[in-house]
């Protein structure tokens, strides 16, 4: 099989390919014109998510078997044309899921401890204790929107502290386990005082923290986005933490970015995005809660082994 290789990943992805028999191709610098005009001469195709494969290119596929997503969205792929043209899609929600667990749970306790503040206090000769006395997960109540391999991870790290509940509410039935239980989403909003996000990009979790779904919230609450940005209404996010609806944000993951996740968008249409960097009640980072060094190798290996028992 001949596969074409459109963004660099581990090694081991192409070497264990390799292993398989087939022949690696890469192609990292292409334009998406460029690559129409090859693409029927290949058998397998991996990308992360350098540009989306729409029915016109999957239309001029006429020899892909796959398409890997080295990752585990897939709104960047024309799914049910892929299928149409019986191109099987393999995706490795599995193999980042634990980096994920892991940077949402760094993100609400750096925030809670004020630990970004804090020491570019001390980095500037300032030594504030009371001002920066800090909170603890202990007895608060967390919920989980989205109880997959990303949210499943988190809950999972949770049970480690103590009194802490953990609630979940999913479009789909009963995916509540030991570490989290599954809620309606009435009972979610009365009982949340974090909420973490592990939605798809798909039509429903779209803009679905507005203001609206915001204010329905008994308890003011601190939010966690390490899904994708398009999920949360930033100019509503802003407008809720003035008004302590929202008390903070450990954003991951931001509206602006490009579909590409490689960078922000470097215009914006008001002040807005401003007003997110300047709050001090926001922690940001660069998409990179499942972009460990390890999550890198486990994408690249769950990737060929679905690969090698499907083809192979």
Not at 10 to 29: R, T
Request: glycine share 6%; aromatic share 8%.
């Amino acid at each position: 099989m001949n596969i074409l290789h459109l963004d660099e990943n581990h090694p081991v992805l192409a070497e264990n390919l390799s292993k398989l028999g087939c022949i690696n191709h890469f192609d990292y610098s292409s334009t998406k014109e460029e690559i129409l005009s090859e693409i029927h001469k290949y058998d397998g195709l991996v990308i992360r998510s350098r540009f989306t494969l729409d029915s016109d290119f999957l239309d001029k596929a006429t020899n892909l078997k796959f398409i890997a997503r080295v990752g585990a969205g897939l709104e960047n792929i024309d799914i049910n044309h892929a299928y149409k043209h019986r191109i099987e899609v393999i995706a490795a929600p599995e193999g980042n899921s634990n980096a994920v667990g892991e940077h949402a749970l760094a993100m609400i306790l750096s925030l809670f401890n004020k630990l970004k503040q804090a020491d570019l206090q001390i980095r500037n000769g300032q030594w504030n204790r009371e001002e920066n006395r800090g909170l603890e997960l202990a007895g608060k109540t967390v919920g989980i929107i989205g109880y997959g391999n990303m949210g499943k991870s988190f809950a999972k790290k949770l049970s480690g502290f103590d009194n802490v509940e953990v609630i979940c509410y999913d479009i789909k039935d009963n995916v509540g386990d030991k570490y989290a239980q599954q809620v309606s989403l009435l009972e979610f909003q009365a009982k949340a005082q974090i909420v973490s996000l592990h939605t798809p990009l798909n039509n429903i979790s779209h803009n679905m923290v507005n203001i609206n779904f915001m204010s329905q919230f008994s308890n003011p609450f601190y939010l966690i986005n390490t899904a994708r940005g398009s999920a949360v209404v930033t100019k509503d996010l802003i407008a809720a933490m003035y008004t302590n609806v929202v008390l903070g944000a450990c954003l991951d993951v931001l509206e602006y970015e490009k579909s590409s996740f490689e960078s922000v968008f470097e215009t914006k249409d008001d002040d807005t995005f401003s007003k997110l960097l300047e709050s001090d009640k926001v922690l940001l980072s660069p998409h990179v809660a499942g972009w460990t060094l390890e999550s890198k190798k486990k994408l690249a290996t769950t990737i060929t082994d679905k690969i090698s028992k499907t083809f192979f």
